[in-house]
């Protein structure tokens, strides 16, 4: 019986173990691009963020490395998808602010990406 019941634990361990590292597997990396970005302005993390800026953004990397600056700031959820035909990313949920005491949402959305030298580059806000 106990056999049966260390089987049974070992085959919903690795079901778990496996689904989370197929989902990661599956992601796209302009999603990823886009998710690093966001996280990385958020914790105002300039070296981070130099990394997944695009080259038409790289003027602007010390005012998005200041964007949150001085401010509390976090993404408690965040959903993105790839959508391949306009190369954007489209991102559900919101960046949790608070800047003397007062809470703020600010809503995420949708974000040109381009492919540079094999990798994805967050590129600013899709228009």
């Not at 790289?58 to 391949?84: H, K, N, W, Y």
């Not at 602010?97 to 994805?120: F, H, K, M």
Request: with cysteine; net charge negative.
């Amino acid at each position: 019986m106990q056999k049966i019941m260390l089987i049974g634990l070992l085959i919903v361990v690795l079901t778990a173990c496996g689904g989370n590292a197929a989902q990661t597997a599956n992601q796209h990396p302009a999603v990823t691009a886009a998710e690093s970005y966001l996280r990385a302005k958020v914790a105002a993390d300039k070296e981070a963020l130099r990394g997944w800026l695009c080259a038409d953004m790289e003027a602007d990397l010390d005012r998005e490395a200041l964007s949150f600056s001085g401010v509390e700031a976090s993404i408690p959820q965040m959903t993105c998808t790839f959508d391949a035909a306009n190369n954007t990313v489209a991102c559900d949920g919101a960046i949790a602010a608070v800047y003397n005491g007062e809470s703020r949402e600010i809503p995420l959305g949708v974000y040109q990406v381009v492919e540079e030298d094999g990798v994805w580059k967050w590129c600013g806000e899709a228009g």
